[in-house]
């Protein structure tokens, strides 16, 4: 690979060779003038005396090659570390500009430059390492083309016409704010310049295990209470997962978290657990993932086999409600009263969940319809650190009409199940 003054370096060789070609066809003589190969911007070229004799090579642009763009992809792995480091693979895009003192000296220069790219369509490592030593290393600047590794790199360069329609000509010269002359553009690829960042390579496999498995077709359809598909899950609940090749399943993992050890039945189509009360270590109310799978003997990793598609199901938390204070107050002509309710949770909600206090009217008047508000917890939950779950959380409230109240709280989306007397929605409640 190349280092980053390899971009110039190609430059240098190009214009080393666009001057040997004059040379060798006598071009000086023939003109009556001597004849000048630059790398300028175009608009740098013209001197105001007069105009000269000379060739102009510009790099105009840059892009990436395409080809050489995907090589060694990813370059980083899930953790972010470098496992790859793919060159910097470039094309360049020249113009070759003609200008002449007198009438078809320019046509004259362009066409010997063009025979000369034409004759040369790749640059041999030779070619390169001859064309940088011309320059001699008379300066720092000589020495680090000279060292750009330009021709030890792993594919040549190769130079390319590339035809110009007369809008991509008028915008170029525009954009370069010079006097339009005669011009051919060329493509010049590939250079590959090296990355200097490091990267992290795995140590050799000290032993290889190949062991023959048939293949396992895992699939999770649902996760219901085992006992009513209806019922709400709760902590202490008998689960059902079901689906269809569950038979092979030998872990099942909830939020990644192996509850294997509480499954009481498996069969192709289900898999029968017990979610204990309380639950287990890692696992909260609320949103939870579950998947089943087939691990490779001899790994502990889970992954490492035949695994399910995962699925989400909701485990609803347990709640009860106190009023701590209120204040009253008179919002649009109507009383109304703020103040703090504690939610006191079964199970602790951490301080990372989406924790939510919905109070609906308990007993409304005929006349209208039941009051319902929807109130958030405060950020963090109230978790003081270094604690990272609590099982009390107050909530504040606002402008709520005087009453009694159904109290459900949300966490992260998972509603609290309120409780049933005489077929009417009963508790948890408090009075506001």
Avoid: C
Wanted: hydrophobic share 45%; charged share 15%.
């Amino acid at each position: 690979m190349s280092t980053a003054y390899a971009v110039a370096a190609v430059t240098a060789v190009l214009r080393t060779l666009l001057d040997q070609a004059l040379k060798a066809h006598n071009v000086n003589a023939a003109l009556g003038v001597s004849v000048n190969v630059s790398a300028l911007p175009p608009d740098r070229v013209n001197s105001a005396n007069a105009e000269p004799d000379q060739l102009n090579l510009f790099l105009h642009s840059v892009a990436q090659n395409p080809g050489w763009r995907n090589l060694g992809q990813p370059s980083r792995d899930s953790a972010g570390d470098r496992i790859a480091s793919p060159p910097l693979a470039l094309d360049l895009h020249y113009t070759l500009t003609a200008f002449g003192s007198k009438e078809l000296f320019a046509e004259a220069l362009l066409g010997h430059g063009m025979q000369a790219l034409h004759e040369i369509p790749f640059l041999t490592r030779q070619r390169i390492s001859d064309a940088l030593q011309v320059n001699g290393a008379s300066n720092a600047f000589d020495k680090a083309l000279n060292v750009s590794l330009l021709a030890d790199q792993l594919e040549q360069i190769k130079i390319t016409p590339a035809p110009l329609t007369t809008d991509e000509i008028s915008k170029l010269w525009t954009a370069l704010q010079g006097r339009y002359r005669p011009t051919a553009a060329y493509i010049v690829t590939v250079v590959l310049i090296d990355s200097q960042r490091s990267s992290k390579t795995a140590l050799p496999v000290l032993s290889r295990n190949i062991q023959p498995l048939p293949f396992a077709q895992l699939a999770l359809d649902d996760v219901v209470d085992a006992d009513d598909e209806s019922a709400p899950i709760l902590p202490g609940s008998n689960l059902r997962l079901r689906g269809h090749g569950l038979d092979a399943a030998k872990l099942v993992l909830f939020d990644d978290i192996d509850v294997t050890a509480t499954v009481t039945k498996t069969a192709a189509t289900e898999v029968l657990l017990t979610l204990t009360d309380p639950l287990p270590a890692g696992i909260r109310t609320g949103l939870v993932t579950a998947r089943v799978a087939q691990p490779i003997p001899g790994f502990s990793n889970p992954n490492t086999g035949f695994t399910s598609n995962t699925i989400a199901f909701a485990i609803r938390p347990t709640v009860t409600a106190t009023r701590l204070s209120v204040t009253n107050s008179t919002l649009n002509g109507i009383a109304v009263r703020s103040g703090d309710i504690q939610l006191t949770f079964a199970t602790a909600v951490g301080a990372d969940q989406d924790v939510n206090l919905l109070l609906n009217e308990k007993n409304p008047p005929a006349n209208r319809a039941a009051n319902a508000y929807r109130f958030d917890a405060p950020p963090g939950n109230g978790v003081i650190s270094p604690a990272t779950d609590t099982t009390a959380t107050v909530v504040p409230y606002k402008n709520v009409v005087p009453g009694a109240y159904l109290v459900r709280a949300q966490v992260d989306g998972a509603e609290s199940v309120l409780k049933l007397v005489a077929g009417k929605f009963s508790t948890p409640a408090v009075t506001i």
